[in-house]
């Protein structure tokens, strides 16, 4: 966890922080930060929480090597580096960052010491679930849990007053489960108010709002690309009803009824849904829908159920454990401790998986710790909205052309513009937790853009979050004139299942899944195809009244619909394009030298070198790189009775798989194939060496 979120978070305990770090209290004891709702310093408890209850937490454990993870990490998410999607399996993941099998056994020990019983155990060892009751979790933590009324919510709620403490050597950085103040809530908003003009949508209801292929007519057109083969998994806190999934998909066609719905339930939940038009059943079957809107070939979607008071870590675990589903959405926030939810989010980059993460919508975040809205304030629920592991998506209010036939447009989606509903829109900002990551230190003038060239900015893209068709609630609401369903948490799994469409690309061409895309777009934002890969949103804003001067839309990035919305079968051939191995073709002597040929990708750099001595590691660079335009490059060299050996690499590619052929030839007059050392330098491949010996003509 960076070290400015470690002071953001022990706040509260200024008079304990020494050198950059949570202090330890006495000899033997730490404290673990975050666990304690910061209303709760302002309350007066109701009593002790009742002995009767039952305690679930997910105890979450230090990650090895946290710096070697994060270089990984920065490496395989980046264009650049030779490393650039070579991701690891998650048993290679566990092996080298995991907690060790000995520290694991620790936490369980000490479980069981302290009266608590393990529910559920973890491969990668990241969390132990156990259950107990609040004597023996009052134990084991040094705390004591009492109940309180709630101060918005007309509930009571447990927690405790002072934050857990446990020894110093012991392998634990935090735990879920000590407090209800906070639940998982979705990033839906449903509007009763007066609604501007239908955007030209070809919902079933005749209202023209957006649903089913319109989204792929607007984002995709012209696409073969359905998603076949691929899954999308969905952080849910609630469950569905089978009825409302069939009925859209039955009614949006396109093959969408084949779509395998599957519910993974977690922590206890039975996949009962709530019902009622505020229930969280809508936000799941929204996101459900969503996804097949866009990707309609899809094999699954998966949907991860925890109920309301679910622990958001056992989620994102059981997620990253499946490595057959990659392309993965979140339109939920929360509240607590963040250290294993970053080490779960970064796991995530490092076996492949993308996640996309709505941004929120209350619109332009307020800064600083005591921020109304925002990520900075730990009383608010809009965790993980800043996490810099994760694509973070912002909202647009889109138009189309004719009926459903294309895109036409898009501005900010803000309803204190359109509905006179202040506070409600697409959310972006800066954190005050998360240094900026180096892949958003490339964007121009950021500080100009109303954004922090020190901390975090969100969001990183955006899509439609306003007038979207639905069917939920057990089929008693679809859609009505005073009825409206927006919220970023329609724009996150458009984008999960945009990713399944890039991801079924780069499998039919031999490539990897995409990963973690933000190193990746915000270099293609910087270069000559950044209006091919986005529509760039320039109108709008998302000020409201606590915030009147932020933020506004601006060209390529901003903190309203960050770097845009994704432009069609351009952007996904950025993304998911492989390049063939270069192949040296047969060369051609002449009285002067030799002519050396090899097949080539238009716009892809290729570097020629040579040497005089297989034996050595040491290469040299033949002329400059060259940018092919054509199939074929070529190039002469002149040789005086010397001996020289060729080679061809590519040079590091943005957005490009690069193909894991290796070939490695020698040829005279008959070739003998044999390996050579593996190269120490930037390029990617080595491919094909050729050696010509001068002939006397």
């Known amino acids: 966890m960076p070290l400015s979120r470690c002071f953001a978070q022990c706040c509260v305990w200024a008079a304990l922080l020494l050198g950059g770090i949570c202090s330890i209290f006495g000899a033997d004891l730490k404290v673990l930060p975050g666990h304690v709702p910061k209303v709760v310093s302002s309350l007066v408890p109701i009593g002790p929480l009742a002995a009767t209850n039952q305690l679930r937490l997910a105890i979450g454990l230090q990650l090895r090597d946290r ?26 993941l566990t092996a080298r960052f995991g907690p060790t099998e000995q520290d694991y056994e620790v936490v369980k020990k000490f479980a069981r010491t302290n009266g608590l019983t393990i529910a559920a155990t973890h491969d990668n060892r990241l969390l132990l679930d156990v259950t107990g009751p609040p004597a023996a979790v009052e134990k084991a933590f040094h705390i004591t849990l009492r109940t309180y009324r709630h101060p918005a919510e007309a509930r009571d709620f447990f927690a405790s ?14 735990i879920e489960g000590l407090t209800d103040f906070s639940r998982p809530h979705p990033k839906r908003i449903r509007s009763q108010g007066v609604h501007a003009m239908p955007k030209n949508g070809t919902a079933p209801d005749g209202l023209g709002d957006l649903f089913g292929n319109d989204f792929r007519n607007a984002y995709v057109p012209g696409t073969t690309l359905t998603g076949a083969g691929q899954s999308v998994g969905l952080v849910e806190f609630d469950g569905y009803f089978t009825n409302d999934i069939f009925n859209y998909a039955n009614e949006a066609g396109n093959g969408r009824t084949n779509i395998i719905i599957e519910p993974v339930l977690l922590d206890g939940y039975n996949g009962k849904p709530s019902t009622g038009i505020n229930g969280g059943e809508g936000e799941v079957e929204l996101d459900i829908e969503m996804a097949m809107a866009i990707a309609p ?46 080490g779960i989010f970064e796991s995530m980059d490092a076996v492949g998986q993308s996640f996309f993460q709505a941004s929120g919508d209350s619109q332009a975040f307020t800064p600083g710790s005591n921020s109304i809205n925002g990520v900075d304030n730990p009383a ?19 138009t189309m052309n004719g009926t459903g036939a294309s895109w036409a447009s898009e501005v900010v989606w803000n309803w204190a513009v359109e509905e006179n509903e202040p506070g409600v829109g697409s959310s972006g900002g800066s954190s005050s937790y998360y240094p900026i990551p180096s892949w958003q230190t490339n964007v121009s003038n950021m500080a100009g853009r ?13 899509a439609n979050a306003d007038h979207v068709y639905e069917i939920y609630d057990n089929g008693n609401d679809r859609h009505n004139a005073f009825d409206d369903n927006a919220g970023t948490s329609c724009a996150a799994p458009l984008w999960a299942g945009f990713m399944a469409l890039v991801n079924q690309q780069s499998a039919a061409n031999g490539g990897k899944s995409v990963g973690f895309i933000n190193p990746a777009i915000y270099a293609i934002a910087t270069g000559s195809n950044y209006a091919s890969c986005f529509h760039d949103v320039t109108s709008g804003n998302n000020t409201w009244s606590a915030s009147p001067n932020l933020f506004y839309a601006t060209n390529n990035y901003d903190l309203c619909t960050g770097l845009g919305t994704m432009n069609g079968t351009n952007f996904i051939n950025a993304l998911a394009a492989t390049i063939p191995t270069p192949t040296l073709l047969s060369p051609a002597l002449t009285a002067g030298g030799v002519i050396l040929s090899w097949n080539t990708v238009a716009g892809i750099s290729y570097q020629l070198q040579y040497t005089s001595d297989l034996g050595t590691t040491n290469w040299s660079n033949f002329g400059s790189a060259i940018t092919a335009s054509g199939s074929v490059a070529t190039v002469s060299d002149s040789l005086a009775n010397s001996q020289r050996f060729y080679r061809v690499l590519l040079k590091p590619q943005p957005f490009v798989h690069l193909s894991s052929t290796r070939r490695f030839l020698q040829s005279t007059i008959a070739p003998c194939i044999f390996a050579l050392p593996e190269l120490a330098d930037g390029f990617r491949r080595l491919i094909r060496p050729f050696t010509i010996r001068q002939q006397q003509v």
């Open 67 to 92: 710096a070697g993870l994060d270089n990984f990490v920065a490496q395989v998410s980046d264009p650049s580096s030779r490393n650039f999607r070579q991701f690891l399996t998650r048993e290679e």
């Open 450 to 462: 109303g954004g922090s060239t020190s901390f975090r900015n969100i969001p990183d893209v955006a």
């Open 161 to 174: 007053d002072t934050e857990p403490t446990v020894d110093a050597a012991f392998p634990v950085v935090d």
């Open 380 to 398: 608010t629920d809009n965790a993980p909205s800043s996490n810099p592991y994760i694509t973070q998506v912002g909202g647009t209010t889109l």
């Open 297 to 342: 070939g899809l094999a699954r979607i998966v949907s991860y159920e925890a109920g309301e008071s679910g622990n958001p870590n056992d989620v994102l675990n059981a997620m990253l454990a499946n490595s057959n589903v990659v392309n993965l959405s979140c339109s939920w926030g929360w509240n607590g401790p963040s250290n294993t939810t970053d």
